[in-house]
Every structure is written in structure tokens, then in C-alpha cells.
């Protein structure tokens, strides 16, 4: 048995257990997706058509796949304006197998709804194992300072690019409240700071370098 079916725009003639790329349907990998707008279906020589669809007819598929078509360039120039425009664009597309064929107002099976169901227990599984793993990081960066802060006054660190009033007390809550100290930072330490608080290594860097410039002021 065949059926022909319209989705995103366009005509497919498809049959069970076909591999099929249609525009991008919302829908996870493993999903069973409905497409209802069934133009004919048939079986050999015996065909039967819509106006413009056919009644009860329905077409499930499972989606194997998200992904992307080629980019596609237009290019457009206008003689003697000095004018052109190069405009890509890159189909979203969704991969599906076609699991049934079903007339007459008849239900699908719903065989990927336990693999989706399973496939959300284990991600739930996933977060709640991880989350107590999250909770004693924060509760550790949360009970000691990574550095010990000098004694006498603070460095406005905020004149250091980079560093805004909410980046400036993150660091001096970690002990570093000078320029001094940011200059002497080791790699050992620059790691241990992107571990440990939301700056990454190259920031830390970057600071490093323009505190060693305000440090010898």
C-alpha cells in the first residue's frame, strides 16, 4: 500500500518502513509524528483520491533525524548600479520512517511513546544525580575564599576592562581584591578560578595582563 501525502509544501508518494526528508517537523528523535493531509492512497492499480483530502486516512512516521539540507546561494547584480547581493539559506529538515498507512478513522500504534517515556525517565535519572553533585560544589566555593585577601585597602578592579561591580565583588568575596594580586596570578591559580567561579581562563588572562600594567602604578 501507497499513499501520497502534502507536508511543508510539498508532494510525497511514500509506503511503510520509507526514509523520508520533509521540512522540519517540531518533534523529538524517536517521536511518532501524524501527518493527516493525505492527497491519495492505494494498493496496485486500485487508487483513491481526496477532494482535496481523503477522509480518515493518516500517515504516521518516526523521526530518525534533525538536521540541515546544503546551503543554497542566490546572488543577485544589477548592471551598471554597482549593486549586489548574495543572500544563503540552509533548509531545516527532519528524517522520518514511515510506520503506518491507516484508513478509515483506525488509531496508530504507539510504539515510540515508551521509547520517549524511557528516553525522559533516564534524562530525569541524569539530573538528579547530578544535581546533589552541583549542590556540594556551590556549598564548597561557598565556605572558603580560594585566596586570602591582603590587609589595607581594596584596588578599584572595575578600572580593569572586563571587570564590572558584579565581577569585582565575585572576586573579592574569593579574596582577590587587589591588583597586586591579580598580577601574580599562576596558571595553577587562573585554573582555579575558572573551576571554581563563572570567568573563563582567557578572561582571567586578559586581566592578569592589565593588572601587571596598574600594579606598577
Known amino acids: 500500500m501507497f499513499a501520497v501525502i502534502k507536508t511543508g509544501g510539498k508532494q510525497y508518494r511514500v509506503a511503510a518502513n520509507d526514509l523520508l526528508k520533509i521540512e522540519k517537523v517540531e518533534a523529538n528523535v524517536g517521536d511518532i509524528v ?37 546551503t543554497v546561494i542566490a546572488f543577485k547584480k544589477r548592471r551598471r548600479q554597482n ?19 491507516l484508513l478509515g478513522g483506525a488509531k496508530p500504534a504507539k510504539k515510540a511513546a515508551a521509547k520517549a517515556e524511557a528516553k525522559a525517565e533516564v534524562a530525569a535519572e541524569a539530573k538528579a544525580e547530578a544535581a546533589p553533585k552541583k549542590e556540594a560544589k556551590a556549598a564548597e566555593t561557598a565556605a572558603a575564599p580560594l585566596f586570602k585577601a591582603p590587609k589595607g585597602e581594596p584596588d578599584d578592579l572595575t578600572v580593569i576592562k572586563g571587570i564590572g561591580p558584579v565581577a569585582a565583588k565575585d572576586l ?22 575558572d573551576e571554581h567561579m563563572p570567568f573563563s581562563a582567557d578572561q582571567i588572562k586578559d586581566w592578569r595582563e592589565q593588572a601587571k600594567e596598574l600594579a606598577k602604578k
Open 172 to 193: 573579592a568575596d574569593q579574596g582577590i581584591i587587589t591588583f597586586a594580586q591579580l598580577a601574580k596570578l599562576s596558571d595553577k591559580d587562573v585554573a582555579k578560578i
Open 83 to 101: 549593486s549586489r547581493r548574495k543572500i544563503g539559506h540552509r533548509q531545516l529538515l527532519t528524517t522520518v520512517r514511515i510506520s503506518e498507512i
Open 34 to 70: 501524524e501527518i493527516g493531509h493525505v492527497l491519495a492512497h492505494g494498493e496496485g492499480e486500485n487508487v483513491t483520491f481526496g477532494a482535496p483530502f481523503v477522509d480518515g486516512a493518516l500517515v504516521t512516521a518516526e523521526v530518525v533525524e534533525q538536521g540541515k539540507n546544503r
